[in-house]
């Protein structure tokens, strides 16, 4: 399975940016996907998550009420639409896909991973 995320830029504070991460390969094999971000000198964290066939979400506290995690199948793409971002939310986001073990917040748990797309958010 191969992953491109698309979709980072600068935006101001308040803003929305929608990110994208389009899957490729031996997608069939695709169980959950989800999206996590690291910042600078911090760990990676967990963002939200879909599982790919019941469109079922999971959310860090953080975001809840602001991002949403959303999937097309037919074109094999995960969306994480972000609203009301704050200076905090700025970080290198990445999409990540499991292949059976179940939607979980742990990076260890995902099989394969994007190359990463930076948010940039300007207070």
């Known amino acids: 399975v191969q992953l491109q995320a698309s979709g980072g830029g600068l935006v101001q504070a308040g803003g929305s940016l929608r990110l994208s991460c389009a899957a490729s390969?031996?997608?069939?094999?695709?169980?959950?996907m989800g999206w996590f971000r690291q910042a600078p000198g911090k760990e990676r964290e967990f963002v939200a998550a879909?599982?790919?066939?019941?469109?079922?979400?999971y959310y860090a506290d953080s975001v809840k009420g602001r991002f949403t995690i959303s999937r097309d199948n037919a074109k094999n793409t995960v969306y994480l639409q972000m609203n009301s971002l704050k200076y905090e939310d700025t970080a290198v986001y990445y999409c990540?896909?499991?292949?059976?073990?179940?939607?979980?917040?742990?990076?260890?748990?995902?099989?394969?991973w994007g190359q990463g797309t930076l948010v940039t958010v300007s207070s």
């Open positions: 990540a896909a499991d292949t059976g073990k179940g939607i979980s917040t742990r990076p260890r748990s995902y099989d394969y």
């Open positions: 390969g031996r997608t069939f094999s695709i169980y959950d």
């Open positions: 879909i599982t790919w066939s019941t469109g079922r979400t």
